[in-house]
T-cell receptor, first 114, second 116 residues
Framework: DTGVSQDPRHKITKRGQNVTFRCDPI?????LYWYRQTLGQGPEFLTY????????KSRLLSDRFSAERPKGSFSTLEIQRTEQGDSAMYLC????????????FGNGTRLTVT | AQSVTQLDSQVPVFEEAPVELRCNYS??????LFWYVQYPNQGLQLLLK??????LVKGINGFEDEFNKSQTSFHLRKPSVHISDTAEYFC??????????????FGTGTQLKVEL
């Protein structure tokens, strides 16, 4: 169990640019989640995959955001035309599934939009 | 929708003293409850989980939780804290979603600061 891996750890970008983050879940976990955490707040749910299927999206996920998990393994989160309000920590988590299964989180990608 | 309230944004405590971090949630149905800890610039680590059964749950690092269904609370406790316990603590309530997923709703966090 190597844990959930996220890349990059930090990303600084200028407003209007596109950014993409990658998440590699724990290998035997078929469920993958993206959360966003702003300063002083708890993580907020963005979206969820079971294998390659994206089953739920939060209303926080505007049309500038897109997430994929093409082969049911790693996932990417892309933000187009970034805005300063997108600055946050983006956390990925995975779980083996089933209600009550705890989520295992990566160390996150901290995005700063200047 | 679930809501989770952490009653204290900051809790200062001296080393070796006991501590309680309070958390209330809003739900009239059975839920699964979790506590996570977050160190600076890191992700969240699971401290403990309550699924069912006994109201007292033991977690890692000496933490324990007491679940009170009638008051919809689950407070995190540790009898004696250490400097290394300084961190942000989040409680979370789960909500089942499509495909057997487990969506967590988090509180806003409690910063525990342990002082000498």
């Amino acid at each position: 169990d190597t844990g959930v891996s996220q890349d990059p750890r930090h990303k600084i970008t200028k407003r209007g640019q596109n950014v993409t983050f990658r998440c590699d879940p724990i290998s035997e976990h078929n469920r993958l989640y993206w959360y966003r955490q702003t300063l002083g707040q708890g993580p907020e749910f963005l979206t969820y995959f079971q294998n390659e299927a994206q089953l739920e999206k939060s209303r926080l996920l505007s049309d500038r955001f897109s997430a994929e998990r093409p082969k049911g393994s790693f996932s990417t989160l892309e933000i187009q035309r970034t805005e300063q309000g997108d600055s946050a920590m983006y956390l990925c988590a995975s779980s083996p599934g089933g209600q009550g299964s705890p989520l295992h989180f990566g160390n996150g990608t901290r995005l700063t939009v200047t | 929708a679930q809501s989770v309230t952490q009653l204290d944004s900051q809790v200062p405590v001296f080393e070796e003293a006991p501590v309680e971090l309070r958390c209330n949630y809003s739900s009239s149905v059975s839920v699964y409850l979790f506590w996570y800890v977050q160190y600076p610039n890191q992700g969240l680590q699971l401290l403990l989980k309550y699924l069912s059964g006994s109201t007292l749950v033991k977690g890692i690092n000496g933490f324990e939780d007491e679940f009170n269904k009638s008051q919809t609370s689950f407070h995190l406790r540790k009898p004696s804290v250490h400097i290394s316990d300084t961190a942000e603590y989040f409680c979370a309530v789960s909500e089942g979603i499509t495909g057997g997923g487990n969506k967590l709703t988090f509180g806003t966090g409690t910063q525990l600061k342990v002082e000498l």
